[in-house]
């Protein structure tokens, strides 16, 4: 198989605070994973592309100040929210990838709320 | 970048009869585009994708077609049944080994079977 976890599920926090989730690739080893954000009724959108050992790959608009993202270890990415404000409430869903692969697995999201 | 482009945005039909959903992609080195399924608050699932070596494939009753000169590929999901009500999403990306090849997604289609 090809299983992708996230944790938390939700998270409901204060203005101002940070928020970190995690993202694990439980039967296979990640050389990339995704990190992608889904407002209400709308579409996915990427964020950035997390690679083990280096630095991530954030688009265009997206503050890598604010969203800090770690791929310590090949089944294991992080992003961090850091000074979360209400319109960075959205859900936040990852996606891991295999070596040499393009098919990516996704994770069942984290909802952020932020008060 | 690549921009993905899916219609229609809502599509409903009587269960037992076929639904068509289409992209259009604008990058003409794009070379593999997965079709997800989502349903309320759960993460997206492939259901079928397709490389651009291959013009068909088919999985029992969900079939992709993809037309590399015109740039659009489509779902194909016959004999709908219940089960089959969600949102579908196209996406296309180059994937080139390694490095930031994330998915653009299409902005949905939300497939409704009519009992």
């Known amino acids: 198989g090809a299983v992708v976890s996230q944790h938390p599920s939700w998270v409901i926090c204060k203005s101002g605070t940070s928020v970190k989730i995690e993202c694990r690739s439980l039967d296979f080893q990640a050389t990339t994973m995704f990190w992608y954000r889904q407002f209400p009724k709308q579409s996915l959108m990427l964020m950035a592309t997390?690679?083990?050992?280096?630095?991530?790959?954030?688009e265009q608009g997206v503050e890598k100040d604010k969203f800090l993202i770690n791929h310590a270890s090949l089944t294991l990415s992080t992003l961090t929210v850091t000074s979360a404000h209400p319109e960075d409430s959205s859900f936040y869903i990852c996606s891991a990838r295999r070596s040499g692969r393009e098919t990516q697995y996704f994770g069942p999201g984290t909802r952020l709320l932020v008060l | 970048g690549e921009n993905v482009e899916q219609h229609p945005s809502t599509l409903s039909v009587q269960e037992g009869d076929s639904a068509v959903i289409k992209c259009t992609y604008s990058?003409?080195?794009?070379?593999?585009f997965p079709w997800y399924k989502q349903e309320l608050g759960k993460r997206p699932q492939l259901i079928i994708d397709i490389r651009s070596n291959v013009g068909e494939k088919k999985d029992q009753r969900i079939a992709v077609t993809l037309n590399k000169t015109a740039k659009h590929f489509s779902l194909h999901i016959t004999e709908t049944q219940p089960e089959d009500s969600a949102v579908y999403f196209c996406a296309a990306l180059l994937y080139s080994g390694g490095g930031a090849d994330g998915l653009t997604f299409g902005k949905g289609t939300h497939l409704i079977i009519q009992p």
């Open positions: 990058d003409s080195a794009s070379n593999y």
């Open positions: 997390s690679n083990e050992g280096s630095k991530a790959t954030y």
